[in-house]
């Protein structure tokens, strides 16, 4: 089974992370996650996660980091999450696809039901917080 290449955002605004949840008609419904999606033909990772930021939440994103991608096989279908670190630029905030939206400190991120794959990002956050107050 051939993996998807998915990219999310971790995007911050002021000191806290913007998470979405899934509507009831996606795939795990009402999962917490990071915004993005799929990666189509010919787009590199980049211009994909900008592109799904502006679709899904209609604001603009700097990006800052690429963090370790995750493969996560669901049983059906197998992702290979790419995930970016990024700083909020500009718009207002509309949720396109998504049920709800938060932001949230770093802390608080284990207080969610998370889809599956984005569970390694949400450690290597707490982790990389850790780090930069300690």
Known sequence: MKSLDVT??????????IVTQRSELMKMPLKWEFPGGKVNA??????????EIMEELNIEIEITAMLQPVLFNYGTFKINLIPFMA??????????EHKAI???????LFQLDWADADIPIVKEILEREKEKHS
């Not at 700083?87 to 396109?96: D, T």
């Not at 938060?102 to 608080?108: F, G, R, T, V």
Request: aromatic share 8%; net charge neutral; glycine share 6%.
């Open 8 to 17: 999310c955002a971790i995007i911050f605004k002021a000191d806290k992370i």
């Open 42 to 51: 010919g787009e590199n990772y980049v211009d994909s996660i900008k592109r």
């Open 87 to 96: 700083n909020y630029l500009s718009g207002e905030v509309r949720l396109l």
């Open 102 to 108: 938060l932001m949230l400190h770093a802390s608080e």
